[in-house]
């Protein structure tokens, strides 16, 4: 992970399965808050984070030891995470 000059995350990803590597680049082009609160014995909270997220850069390196670059053209998505308790 990395920050951009927004503050908003960056996403760097790469995995390598029988000699061939694969490293994909993701940038958040914004963020939205989500928080549920509820009372049940004490108060309690759950934050749903998600980051609308834009692919720019892949890169495949074949087994041959080629090189394949690419930008991410419309490929888009999203980047989440959550934390906290909401009790029933």
Known sequence: MFR???GLPGFEVSGELE???LRIKV???A????????WKYWRN???YNEFPSEVVEIEHVGRDGKVHRESGGDWN???EYSWGTLLN
Request: net charge positive.
């Open 31 to 38: 963020k939205t808050t989500y928080t549920f609160s509820r």
């Open 45 to 47: 909270r759950f934050f």
């Open 19 to 21: 000699g061939e590597r």
């Open 27 to 29: 940038i958040a082009k």
């Open 4 to 6: 951009q000059e927004n």
């Open 77 to 79: 998505g999203n980047c």
